[in-house]
């Protein structure tokens, strides 16, 4: 199974800052990379997938880029609102595995 | 626009079945793969299987010898079940669509607890 490490574990930054959270994969994904953001009680939802492509509806803030087995997601300008659980997810191999996730939390 | 609804008991005995059942609206399962991940307490994330649009499936092989996923064309409906459950088994289960590999909608989900 490829296994899908994310860093940092927590996050605190504060409002506007630019924050960066990182995706890990114990071997080469093909950019099949996605990002769920899940607020405390709701269903994950996806913001980025494969790689850097940008879900219908959500914020431009939101980016993502990488290539291999190193990815990132980028908030251009963190909002309260984006305080939440940030978990990738990699759809290319079998089976399909999920990140440990980063909490984000403002400062 | 597509909705998910997940549906079962909420609590399970240990080395029972779980089932659960997913209500689509808004599109048809028999477009796409709908599949079914859950969420451990503590975070960890686990994708369980899916159902294709023609009925075939495909599991993680972490369940494959407990887990089977069902579906009702007529109701719109898919099913989970996994056999021979411990308190390890306890999540939150969701279901979710896949578009293009990617879980693109998904539902609010279940808590199942797994005691005696």
């Known amino acids: 199974d490829i296994q899908m490490t994310q860093s940092p574990s927590v996050l605190s930054a504060s409002v506007g800052d630019r924050v960066t959270l990182n995706c890990k994969a114990s071997?080469?994904?093909?950019?099949?990379l996605n990002w769920y953001q899940q607020k405390l009680g709701e269903a994950p939802k996806l913001l980025i997938y494969?790689?850097?492509n940008l879900q219908t509806g959500i914020p431009s803030r939101f980016s993502g880029s990488g290539s291999g087995t190193d990815y990132t997601l980028t908030i251009s300008s963190l909002q309260p609102e984006d305080v939440a659980t940030y978990f990738c997810f990699q759809h290319n191999s079998w089976p399909l595995t999920f990140g440990s996730g980063t909490k984000l939390e403002i400062k | 626009e597509v909705q998910l609804q997940e549906s079962g008991p909420g609590l399970v005995k240990p080395s029972q079945s779980l089932s659960l059942t997913c209500s689509v609206t808004?599109?048809?399962?028999?477009?796409?793969?709908w599949g079914w991940i859950r969420k451990f307490p503590g975070n960890k994330m686990e994708w369980m299987g899916y159902i294709s649009y023609s009925g075939s499936t495909s599991y993680n092989p972490s369940l494959k010898s407990r887990i089977s996923i069902t579906r009702d064309t007529s109701k719109n409906q898919f099913f989970l079940q996994l056999n021979s459950v411990t308190t390890e088994d306890t999540a939150t289960y969701y279901c979710?669509?896949?578009?293009?590999?990617?879980?693109?909608?998904w539902g609010q989900g279940v808590m199942v607890t797994v005691s005696s």
């Open positions: 071997q080469n994904i093909n950019k099949y």
């Open positions: 808004g599109y048809s399962i028999t477009s796409n793969y």
């Open positions: 979710a669509r896949t578009n293009y590999g990617s879980y693109d909608s």
């Open positions: 494969n790689t850097n």
